[in-house]
Each structure stands twice: as structure tokens, then as C-alpha cells.
């Protein structure tokens, strides 16, 4: 993620301008009026972004997976199909040795 103009964007509008960094500390968009620290709105569009990143990412992930081995939610698991069809063997109880 590049956070090149992130402490210039607005994290409220999206409004991108130099005139938005009065100071080091202070944010306030010219456009919509949004103050807050510029690290923090900074932080917010950064988030935002990362967030966007994985998104597209795990689409992409979907959109390239063969059919085959894609799922629906309503399918069962490979677990819940062995425990149906499956049933866990049970074993005679220990016996004791003969006296």
C-alpha cells in the first residue's frame, strides 16, 4: 500500500489537496470542513486502502479458483460428510484378564 497522499486526503470526502495540512499536527478539509489530528486521518485512509487491497485480492482469489473446487455455503464439509456416512467404530470395552 503506498501512503503517498494520505495525510492530504480527506478521510470524511475524499477531497486530496496541499491547502488540507495547515500545520505538521492539524487536518482540515477545505472541502467538507473535517478537522482531525493529520496522523490520525492519515491512519484512516491508510486502513481504508489496505482494506480495499484485500478486498480486490481475495476476489480475485474466487474469480481464478476452478469450479471444481469452489463450495457453497449450504454444502456440507469433508468432515460432516465422514462423520454422516462414517460412524466412528466402536470398540468392545477392555476385558479384564481371566483369573
Known amino acids: 500500500m503506498n501512503p503517498a497522499g494520505t495525510s492530504r486526503t480527506c478521510a470524511r470526502c475524499g477531497h486530496c489537496a496541499k491547502d488540507n495540512r495547515l500545520t505538521q499536527a492539524s487536518f482540515v478539509c477545505t472541502a467538507c470542513g473535517h478537522a ?5 486521518n492519515a491512519a484512516v485512509n491508510i486502513h481504508r486502502a ?5 478486498q480486490a485480492a481475495q476476489a480475485a482469489q474466487r474469480e481464478a479458483a476452478p469450479s471444481r473446487e469452489r463450495r457453497s455455503h449450504n454444502s456440507p464439509s469433508n468432515a460432516t460428510v465422514r462423520s454422516i456416512y462414517c460412524p466412528p467404530v466402536r470398540r468392545a470395552a477392555a476385558r479384564p484378564p481371566p483369573a
Open 50 to 54: 489496505g482494506l480495499a487491497l484485500r
Open 36 to 40: 482531525a489530528h493529520a496522523d490520525v
